[in-house]
């Protein structure tokens, strides 16, 4: 049995972190997936300047996991990553050298193999209300949402060339991930979730701008279709922290896919358990 654990949007939590290294020690879980916004906001990092989280990558979680990694010897779980909208990008080099360290394995935009299974990993999300657009796309067009920041606008920590703000689709990016892979047995680490579904909900309640109300949906177009299309084994996701509690579930099912969101906006960590094996006995506790 590949027993698994999935958390997302910690944010630089280092009591999170601490909660979810416990939990690798105590149950060694065969893989753990971590599902963006893991860093300090990009603000945030303003005020770690001089101090120990000056760098969060190389001076906390690099030395933690390296730690956990001495303590758990060969019980030391493969680590799957992704980054998350709230990340800077120009974290991404530190992430990919710590990589080299085999403590994790950086999956944006790849596919590795666990087991007999396949993991594949994307980061971006659909235009946001937020300023920093390094991990932002548009979603199946040009099209962005009222109250919606486009690709082409805000902040990056990173340049990007025009075209690519211009152009570039979440639609495109996950034709081009999978080409004609069969994903019978395909386990997706997302950072947002599809649109329209249980793991989507925003707090936009009575909200309106110009007249015309938000849309209480905030996924990604794409990925709903991608997932109806392709029908993964099982798909991850984080981003709207807020869903669950709104929809009464933290999880979903489109087709044969399972859809999972370790996103929570309460003072716990959600963690997430499951073995691919039997997706249907997934638990989610709070922690």
Same mark, same amino acid.
């Given at each position: 049995?590949?027993?698994?654990?999935?958390?997302?949007?910690?944010?630089?939590?280092?009591g999170? +972190?601490?909660k979810l290294?416990? %939990?690798?020690?105590? #149950?060694?879980? /065969?893989? &753990?997936?971590?599902?963006? !916004?893991?860093?300090?906001?990009?603000?945030?990092?303003?005020?770690?300047r001089?101090?120990?989280?000056a760098?969060?990558i190389?001076?906390?979680?690099l030395?933690?996991?390296?730690?956990?990694?001495?303590?758990?010897?060969?019980?030391?779980p493969?680590i799957f990553?992704?980054?998350?909208?709230?990340?800077?990008?120009?974290a991404?080099?530190?992430?990919?050298?710590?990589?080299a360290?085999?403590?994790?394995?950086?999956?944006?935009?790849?596919k590795?193999?666990?087991?007999?299974?396949?993991v594949?990993?994307?980061?971006?999300?659909?235009?946001?209300?937020?300023?920093?657009?390094?991990?932002?796309?548009?979603?199946?067009?040009? +099209?962005?949402?009222?109250?919606? %920041?486009?690709?082409? #606008?805000?902040? /990056?920590? &990173?340049?990007?060339?025009? !075209?690519e703000?211009?152009?570039?689709?979440?639609?495109?990016?996950?034709?081009?991930l999978?080409?004609?892979?069969?994903?019978?047995?395909?386990?997706?680490?997302?950072?947002?979730?599809?649109?329209?579904?249980?793991?989507d909900?925003?707090?936009?309640?009575?909200?309106?701008?110009?007249?015309?109300?938000f849309d209480?949906?905030?996924?990604?177009?794409?990925?709903?279709?991608?997932?109806?299309?392709?029908?993964?084994?099982?798909?991850?996701?984080?981003?709207?922290h807020?869903?669950?509690?709104?929809?009464?579930?933290?999880?979903?099912r489109?087709?044969?896919?399972?859809?999972?969101?370790?996103?929570?906006?309460?003072?716990?960590?959600a963690?997430?358990?499951?073995?691919?094996?039997?997706?249907?006995?997934?638990?989610r506790?709070?922690?």
């Amino acid at each position: 049995m590949t027993n698994c654990v999935f958390v997302s949007d910690l944010h630089g939590n280092t009591g999170h +972190y601490q909660k979810l290294f416990r %939990v690798i020690a105590k #149950e060694t879980p /065969r893989a &753990v997936f971590l599902g963006g !916004d893991l860093l300090p906001s990009v603000l945030s990092l303003v005020g770690f300047r001089g101090s120990a989280y000056a760098d969060f990558i190389n001076e906390y979680l690099l030395k933690e996991f390296t730690l956990l990694r001495h303590e758990m010897k060969e019980a030391f779980p493969r680590i799957f990553i992704v980054m998350g909208n709230d990340d800077g990008r120009f974290a991404e080099p530190s992430i990919v050298d710590v990589e080299a360290s085999r403590v994790w394995e950086y999956v944006h935009n790849r596919k590795v193999s666990l087991e007999d299974f396949q993991v594949y990993g994307y980061s971006y999300v659909p235009p946001t209300p937020f300023l920093l657009k390094d991990w932002e796309r548009y979603d199946v067009s040009r +099209y962005v949402d009222p109250g919606s %920041v486009s690709p082409e #606008e805000g902040m /990056r920590s &990173v340049p990007v060339h025009e !075209d690519e703000q211009r152009n570039a689709t979440i639609k495109d990016d996950l034709d081009k991930l999978v080409g004609d892979d069969s994903l019978e047995r395909a386990i997706f680490l997302f950072h947002a979730p599809p649109y329209n579904s249980s793991l989507d909900r925003a707090a936009l309640d009575g909200k309106m701008i110009d007249h015309v109300p938000f849309d209480l949906h905030v996924g990604s177009i794409a990925i709903r279709r991608f997932i109806e299309e392709r029908e993964p084994l099982l798909t991850l996701h984080g981003h709207i922290h807020e869903s669950a509690r709104l929809t009464g579930s933290w999880r979903d099912r489109i087709g044969r896919t399972h859809a999972f969101s370790a996103a929570h906006d309460g003072p716990e960590l959600a963690v997430i358990r499951f073995a691919p094996e039997i997706l249907d006995s997934a638990t989610r506790e709070l922690i």
